[in-house]
Each structure stands twice: as C-alpha cells, then as structure tokens.
C-alpha cells in the first residue's frame, strides 16, 4: 500500500520481535540473569511478542504502532516469515519523549487534516528500526573509540560506538543493558532507550 511498506515488513516484525523475546526472557531468567527461552517455544514473532507485553506491558506503544487500522494487517502477516533481521526495540517511555503512547500513535500518523504526520512517515520510522540480517552487537557496535554506520531497511544510515547509537539527527540512544543479544528465530534484537528518527519532525 505503501512504497515504505516493503522495506517497514522487516522492521515492525522485529519491534515486536524485540518486545516479546526480549522480556520474555526477563519473565523466565530475571531481570539480572536473562535467558534466551521464548515465553512460547518455537513460536513466531507475533506470538511470542503478544505473550510478552501481556505479562510486562513495555511495548504497548510499538505494538500499537504496529497495527495501526491504515496498515491494513501487513505487519502481522509478516512477523511470521522468513528471513533474519536485527531490530533495535525502543520500549514505551522512548515514545513518550516525543508525547507519543499506545492510545495516541495511530492517530498522530493517520494524514487527517488533524494530524501531525502521514502512515509513511510512521512506516520510515518503523524501518528505521531494523536492518537485514542477524548482527549480534560485535556487529552492530564499534568498539576503540571508532564509529561504524548502518544502513536501514528504509535506506537511511545510523551511526554506533561502545554501545551507544547516533540517529539521523545525531541523537544518542542508549541500548537498555542487559537486553541486548536476544536471539529470535529470524533474528536479533537489541532494545533501546530512544525512539530512532530517520527525519527532523519538525523540519
């Protein structure tokens, strides 16, 4: 539907990849010992990230942000599907710094007259979240001082160093320790303290 659409798949299934693997080892290993166990093993990506924000309730938002009405049910259709991914998960409180919650994200992004921005631009910023393949953070992040950049699945690159990353902006977003690793069946999640912005929102 959308021309963001294609390259959005691969990033929302890993958001909410992310959500659910990433706590659904909390609730199995404790939050100082995680595990790699899924809360439903062997489960795709929507399954288990369901099962996880039920019983955590962190990913309110991204699941919300996920499924929007406009999105026709794309996103769920490929959480299950094949091919590896490495998602960079922001939790609730990286949506509510840019006043953005699981009652209100729909809306924001709708293209009513009322509203701030457009389904595409919800999309790009939903891309901007994943990368193709199954990059463990030896991959992901620089080490001695250097910088690495990223490519996206929308196209735009990020920048990383000693666990820290740089959006288009050149924000810093903080990978949230010790979630980082999180192993999926299609992929690799790393849960983030920002929400990553591929444009200036208010620009």
């Given at each position: ?132 393949g199954r990059n463990f953070s030896h991959k992901v992040f620089a080490k001695n001082g250097e910088m690495r950049e990223i490519e996206m699945a929308d196209g735009t690159i990020i920048t990383t160093s000693e666990g820290k990353i740089y959006d288009f902006l050149m924000r810093e977003v903080n990978v949230v320790k010790p979630f980082f690793d999180i192993p999926a069946r299609n ?17």
């Open positions: 539907m959308y021309k963001t659409f294609t390259q959005l798949k691969s990033a929302t299934v890993t958001i909410l990849a992310a959500s659910s693997l990433l706590f659904a080892s909390t609730a199995i290993a404790g939050p100082d010992k995680p595990g790699t166990k899924k809360i439903v093993p062997g489960g795709d990506i929507v399954e288990v990230a369901v099962a996880a924000n039920e019983a955590l309730g962190v990913f309110n938002t991204v699941l919300a942000a996920a499924t929007c009405e406009f999105f026709d049910g794309a996103i769920t259709d490929v959480l299950a599907g094949k091919g590896q991914r490495t998602l960079l998960a922001p939790v609730d409180s990286a949506f509510e710094e840019l006043g953005l919650n699981a009652g209100n994200v729909c809306a924001a992004f709708d293209g009513s007259p009322e509203a701030p921005f457009t389904p595409e631009n919800l999309a790009q910023i939903l891309s901007y979240h994943v990368t193709f992929g690799v999640i790393h849960v983030v303290d920002r929400v990553l912005l591929p444009f200036d929102p208010n620009g």
